[in-house]
Structures are given as structure tokens and as C-alpha cells.
DNA sequence: GTGATGTTTGCGTGATTGCGCAAGTAATGA
DNA sequence: TCATTACTTGCGCAATCACGCAAACATCAC
């Protein structure tokens, strides 16, 4: 199953998607995460905020189904959840012109 | 020139357009306009809202580049700016899987 | 255990968003 | 001109969002 249903959930499900994608910040992750697996405090630090707030950026990118993230000691490391994200993000651009 | 440019710049505009379809209801006009123009109260007819709030959402699609708009007489009508607008849609809803 | 590092959670604030409603503008026809 | 239809704009309210900061939590080395 692609997943449910009415037209009225799938639209907002994409709402929620775009809404994730709504903010340079995490476009820049995504940016980040498109080359490889990144740290939170590495994402911070490229990105230019804080850990906390990069916190909660990934922590909206993952409820949308964009980013998995896996613990490595003490370390959790964020990856892309799918290509399509990152297919995604293009046609955006493309869109923006 | 595809438009101006840093980096920045760029994510900036994307993350506009994503919050221009970060909507039920505006993703809900989209695909009624995927089928032809149509005009501001035949939007908020078939979307169910206020014709104020209708005018409200596509003034945003308009300002994010998505949509165009036509009068004829009294009446606006409204259409797609491009058919990409559509491929982002649906790259959304496979992203929402 | 203690301390150090890395991440998440909670709180407060200022900004933005969607909505309903009223008022304003634009074009048409009597 | 006046009325009607069609749309846009302004205002106020409740909800949501991004951010900074402090506190809590988790893991590891010692």
C-alpha cells in the first residue's frame, strides 16, 4: 500500500513534506546530508546555528519522513531518508527559477 | 540568467515555494488548475472556503511564482505559471509516500 | 561513582499564518 | 448614476513557528 487515502489526507501529507521543506535551514541540511551522513553538531556547525535548534529542525524533517537518524555511541548521525528528497529539493529550485 | 544567486539566495526562494504548497487547500487549487484556469469563485466553490481566503491563497501561490492570472471583465481567472509546478506536486506526494 | 561530550526537551518571545468578517475597488448593465 | 457581480484588502484573533537559552538526558572514559 502506497500508504491511505482520501485525497484530502494524501494533500495533507504533501502539506506536511513541503512544510518541512519550507525553511533555508533545512534545505542547507539537506544539502549537507545529500553528500553523506552528517553529526548534529557537524550540522550546526555548517549549517551556523545552535545544537538545540538544529535539534529541532531534524527532529521536523524526521516526523515528515525526510531524514532517519542512527546512534553511534555517543553520537547520532542523520541521513537521508530516500534519493527522492533530494529530487525533491531540485525541482523546488527548478520551480524558484 | 536563472535568477540571482548566492547560495543563500537560492534556498531562500526554494523554501518559499515549498511554503506556498505547504497547504491543504492550495495543493487542492493546484490540482483543479492542473485542468484548466479557472476563476477565484470556482476556486473557493470547489475547495470550500471563503471567496477572501481564496483570494488570500493565491495571491500567495502568485507571489511564489506558481500561478498566473487573467481578467476577463469582472471576473479573474487563474492558471498554472508552468507545468513544473505540477511535477513538484507530484514529487511531494511520493515523497509522503 | 565523576566528569566530559553530544543530543534532546522545555520555556518564553517575537514573527508569521489562516481564518472570518467588514469595507473597498473594478467592471458590467439597467 | 445606481445597482449588481466579482474580486481584493484591511483588521483582529487564535494557532503555529523559529529562535535563544537553560536544564535534562544519554553515552563514554576514567
Redesign the interface.
Known amino acids: 500500500m502506497?500508504?491511505s487515502n482520501s485525497p484530502?489526507q494524501?494533500?495533507?501529507?504533501?502539506?506536511?513534506?513541503?512544510?518541512a521543506?519550507?525553511?533555508?535551514k533545512?534545505?542547507?541540511v539537506l544539502e549537507r546530508l545529500a553528500e553523506g551522513e552528517r553529526s548534529v553538531g557537524e550540522l550546526s556547525r555548517d549549517v551556523g546555528c545552535q545544537v538545540p535548534n538544529m535539534s529541532q529542525h531534524l527532529a521536523v524533517l524526521r516526523s515528515a519522513?525526510?531524514v532517519l537518524s542512527r546512534r553511534d555511541g555517543s553520537t547520532v548521525y542523520y541521513r537521508l531518508a530516500?534519493e527522492?528528497?533530494i529530487?525533491?529539493?531540485r525541482?523546488?529550485?527548478?520551480?524558484?527559477?
Not at 11 to 18: F, N, P, Q
Not at 91 to 97: H, R
Open positions: 502506497v500508504s484530502e494524501s494533500r495533507e501529507r504533501a502539506a506536511t513534506v513541503a512544510r521543506l519550507a525553511d533555508a533545512r534545505l542547507c519522513g525526510l530516500d527522492t528528497v529530487d525533491a529539493y525541482i523546488l529550485q527548478q520551480v524558484a527559477g
